[in-house]
């Protein structure tokens, strides 16, 4: 006699059910997201709950909820994976430095401004990731690169003059230190905080992608995108390590079928995508301001250069890692 197995999560998230007529259980999963549905990071969350759907047969079912709908904020995703609170969670990784050094290393000021130093530096950071889900019992599915993170305030900021006094929106500590530096007031945001904080005044600009700030709908309350190639920094699918075995042999590899498939999918689209979010941004009112001076360049990756050597401070394999990376952009 077929049994389905049933296994509840705190979330209740995960259901084993018997498909009807087949001889095979169903696996239900959720998986947490801060950000709102029209986010690219919202977006790839779904291609990859439809490529695991796809490449499962139907056997492992994930349904995104986006929007903070299952009461988790981002910063709160590693240990409610972890721990089991829900099955899986697209989180911003540059927000869990305070618990692993690693993932700070893609949030790191000018370190890899291009799509082509990004993917060579998530490359070089990818064994890393992996041990520090894993020694908090979790799995890596897979990462994807934000949009290069720029300005957005009602000027352009484009000088050391137009930064000064700005109260900036930052979202992790080196971003903080490097606007402080900078002779801006930095204040530190989730995204979900950032929306309610601008409408109150608290802050008057706002670091981000332009993608997020076309889900955002920022126009509303900002004129101007100053383009600076900040970060590129990533966004992480992870899963919870006892969910993950509880999946057959086949069933984990259509996962990580799928996580190829839209790391793929994510890589190739971002920069047409970036293409998309300033066209859209230009048609609601938003000044785009694409070229910087030399001097403010130079004076942005001055300021954010003592965030890159604490951080080598502080994570013991840093300097081994960048090492890596180095390496590849000379071969």
């Given at each position: 006699?077929?049994?389905?197995?049933?296994?509840?999560?705190?979330?209740?998230?995960l259901a084993?059910?018997?498909?009807?007529?087949?001889?095979?259980?169903?696996?239900?999963?959720?998986?947490?997201?801060?950000?709102?549905?029209?986010?690219?990071?919202?977006?790839?969350?779904?291609?990859?709950?439809?490529?695991?759907?796809?490449?499962?047969?139907?056997?492992?079912?994930?349904?995104?909820?986006?929007?903070?709908?299952?009461?988790?904020?981002?910063?709160?995703?590693?240990?409610?994976?972890?721990?089991?609170?829900?099955?899986?969670?697209?989180?911003?990784?540059?927000?869990?430095?305070?618990?692993?050094?690693?993932?700070?290393?893609?949030?790191?000021?000018?370190?890899?401004?291009?799509?082509?130093?990004?993917?060579?530096?998530?490359?070089?950071s990818r064994?890393?990731?992996?041990?520090?889900?894993?020694?908090?019992?979790?799995?890596?599915?897979?990462?994807?690169?934000?949009?290069?993170?720029?300005?957005?305030?009602?000027?352009?900021?484009?000088?050391?003059?137009?930064?000064?006094?700005?109260?900036?929106?930052?979202?992790?500590?080196?971003?903080?230190?490097?606007?402080?530096?900078?002779?801006?007031?930095?204040?530190?945001?989730?995204?979900?905080?950032?929306?309610?904080?601008?409408?109150?005044?608290?802050?008057?600009?706002?670091?981000?992608?332009?993608?997020?700030?076309?889900?955002?709908?920022?126009?509303?309350?900002?004129?101007?995108?100053?383009?600076?190639?900040?970060?590129?920094?990533?966004?992480?699918?992870?899963?919870n390590r006892?969910?993950?075995?509880?999946?057959?042999?086949?069933?984990?590899?259509?996962?990580?079928?799928?996580?190829?498939?839209?790391?793929?999918?994510?890589?190739?689209?971002?920069?047409?995508?970036?293409?998309?979010?300033?066209?859209?941004?230009?048609?609601?009112?938003?000044?785009?301001?694409?070229?910087?001076?030399?001097?403010?360049?130079?004076?942005?990756?001055?300021?954010?250069?003592?965030?890159?050597?604490?951080?080598?401070?502080?994570?013991?394999?840093?300097?081994?890692?960048?090492?890596?990376?180095?390496?590849?952009?000379?071969?």
């Open positions: 006699m077929l049994h389905a197995t049933l296994r509840t999560t705190t979330a209740g998230a084993l059910t018997l498909v009807a007529g087949a001889a095979q259980a169903q696996v239900r999963l959720d998986l947490s997201s801060e950000i709102p549905p029209a986010s690219i990071h919202a977006q790839m969350a779904d291609f990859f709950a439809e490529a695991v759907a796809e490449e499962s047969g139907g056997e492992v079912l994930i349904t995104p909820h986006h929007g903070g709908a299952l009461g988790f904020r981002g910063a709160d995703h590693f240990d409610a994976v972890a721990d089991g609170a829900v099955d899986l969670a697209t989180s911003f990784g540059g927000g869990w430095v305070g618990i692993e050094p690693v993932f700070l290393v893609s949030s790191l000021p000018f370190l890899a401004p291009s799509l082509e130093e990004n993917r060579l530096l998530y490359e070089a064994p890393f990731y992996e041990e520090a889900f894993e020694a908090n019992n979790q799995v890596m599915v897979f990462a994807t690169p934000w949009p290069a993170t720029g300005f957005f305030a009602n000027k352009p900021l484009d000088s050391l003059e137009a930064m000064a006094g700005v109260r900036m929106r930052s979202y992790d500590a080196p971003s903080t230190a490097t606007m402080a530096n900078l002779g801006a007031s930095p204040l530190q945001l989730t995204w979900a905080d950032t929306i309610p904080q601008l409408n109150t005044g608290a802050v008057d600009a706002v670091m981000t992608s332009a993608d997020a700030a076309v889900a955002a709908s920022l126009w509303e309350q900002q004129s101007h995108f100053t383009e600076v190639n900040y970060a590129m920094p990533l966004q992480f699918v992870h899963m006892d969910v993950y075995q509880s999946l057959t042999d086949d069933q984990r590899a259509a996962l990580h079928r799928a996580a190829e498939r839209t790391v793929d999918h994510a890589w190739s689209r971002l920069e047409a995508g970036v293409v998309e979010a300033y066209a859209t941004l230009e048609a609601n009112g938003v000044t785009v301001i694409t070229d910087i001076s030399p001097e403010f360049d130079a004076a942005l990756r001055e300021a954010g250069q003592s965030s890159i050597d604490e951080w080598v401070a502080r994570f013991g394999p840093g300097q081994e890692l960048l090492d890596s990376f180095f390496a590849s952009l000379d071969n």
